[in-house]
């Protein structure tokens, strides 16, 4: 069992960035990858992107790119998901989920609010 | 990008009735890399199916999941009160991986 647990809720204002953290513990396998998904108010699950935690690497969706950092610290079990020149379309709910093909285990989500 | 459609948007039934959901997605999914999310009100989506027809680790054997290509069902063979919620089909075969708008099943 995997269990994820990410940063509180956040308020921003449009132009800004906000940095969402996502910790993971328990039986996690030596090699594996978090992926981010978000979901606007009353929509469905869109998919950010991906970071492979053993190396680093990411992958995101070209929707995001330019505008999306994961990066993650390897000693803290952190994984971070960066989104930068916020707007209201960018309200939503932020999810990290283990795994970058199926997502067995999810993370509780993270409001984050866009507003003036 | 493939694009999955799931029909019917929202699907209302009786505990005990059998649920027919489906995704039918734009460009064959390879290998069958489909998965089915359950996602109830104020909770993370939680994984059901993956391969297509595979059931997660502790989803009870009325859930079942079946499809290949282009087309792909769940099937809850008969409805408990706890499977009335919003089900999402993913594909992760091809990037960007992506999921379906969803069906709603309603208690009727």
């Known amino acids: 069992q995997v269990q994820l647990v990410q940063s509180g809720a956040e308020v921003k204002k449009p132009g800004a960035s906000v940095r969402v953290s996502c910790k993971v513990s328990?039986?996690?396998?030596?090699?594996?990858?978090i992926t981010w998904v978000r979901q606007g108010p009353g929509q469905g699950l869109e998919c950010m992107g991906w970071?492979?935690?053993?190396?680093?690497?990411?992958k995101y969706a070209q929707k995001f790119q330019g505008r999306v950092t994961m990066t993650r610290d390897t000693p803290t079990s952190m994984t971070y998901m960066e989104l930068r020149s916020l707007t209201s379309d960018d309200t939503a709910v932020y999810y990290c989920?283990?795994?970058?093909?199926?997502?067995?285990?999810w993370g509780q989500g993270t409001p984050v609010t866009v507003s003036s | 990008e493939i694009v999955l459609t799931q029909s019917p948007g929202t699907l209302s039934l009786s505990p005990g009735d059998r649920a027919t959901l489906s995704c039918k997605a734009s460009?064959?999914?390879?290998?069958?890399?489909l998965a089915w999310y359950q996602q109830k009100p104020g909770q993370a989506p939680r994984l059901v199916i993956y391969?297509?027809?595979n059931r997660a680790t502790g989803i009870p054997d009325r859930f079942s999941g079946s499809g290949s290509g282009t087309d792909f069902t769940l099937t809850i063979s008969r409805l408990e009160p706890e499977d009335f919620a919003v089900y999402y089909c993913?594909?992760?075969?091809?990037?960007?991986?992506?999921f379906g708008g969803g069906t709603k099943v309603e208690i009727k």
């Open positions: 993913q594909q992760y075969g091809s990037s960007p991986h992506t």
């Open positions: 970071i492979s935690v053993y190396q680093g690497s990411t």
């Open positions: 989920a283990y795994g970058v093909d199926q997502l067995l285990f």
């Open positions: 328990g039986d996690t396998a030596i090699s594996y990858g």
């Open positions: 460009q064959s999914v390879y290998n069958s890399y």
């Open positions: 391969g297509a027809s």
